[in-house]
């Protein structure tokens, strides 16, 4: 079983920062995948960021691509996402997500991950 706590949610204003943190624990994670997805409000969740343990190839959405950094810490067992120059429109509960093996293709899907984080809420106002 895999446990994944995230952490660093909160309010900012329009073009601000925030990093985001999602602790793993329970398993190895050598051939792991971490992706970071987000829901806002009547919306469905979507794809925001995905790193491979292995190797650290990286996968962002275009909404975030070149705002947005994921990283991870091997030592640490824990992956980040750090957010800058934040706009209203990134206002959502942010969820981070794992999984064993996802061909690149199929990153973006909800579907394809076995663990979630609780959630951890980001607010940007304007």
């Known amino acids: 079983q895999v446990q994944l706590v995230e952490s660093g949610g909160g309010l900012v204003q329009d073009g601000g920062s925030l990093r985001l943190s999602c602790a793993a624990s329970?398993?190895?994670?050598?051939?792991?995948?971490m992706g970071w997805f987000r829901q806002a409000p009547g919306k469905e969740r979507e794809f925001v960021a995905a790193i491979r343990w292995s190797g650290g190839n990286t996968y962002y959405a275009d909404s975030v691509k070149g705002r947005f950094t994921i990283s991870r810490d091997n030592a640490k067992n824990t992956s980040y996402l750090q957010m800058n120059s934040l706009k209203p429109e990134d206002t959502a509960v942010y969820y981070c997500?794992?999984?064993?093996?996802?061909?690149?293709?199929?990153?973006?899907?909800?579907?394809?991950?076995?663990?979630w984080g609780q959630g951890t809420q980001v607010t940007v106002s304007s």
């Open positions: 997500a794992g999984a064993y093996s996802i061909y690149s293709g199929a990153l973006y899907l909800a579907t394809m991950y076995d663990y």
């Open positions: 329970g398993r190895t994670f050598s051939t792991y995948v």
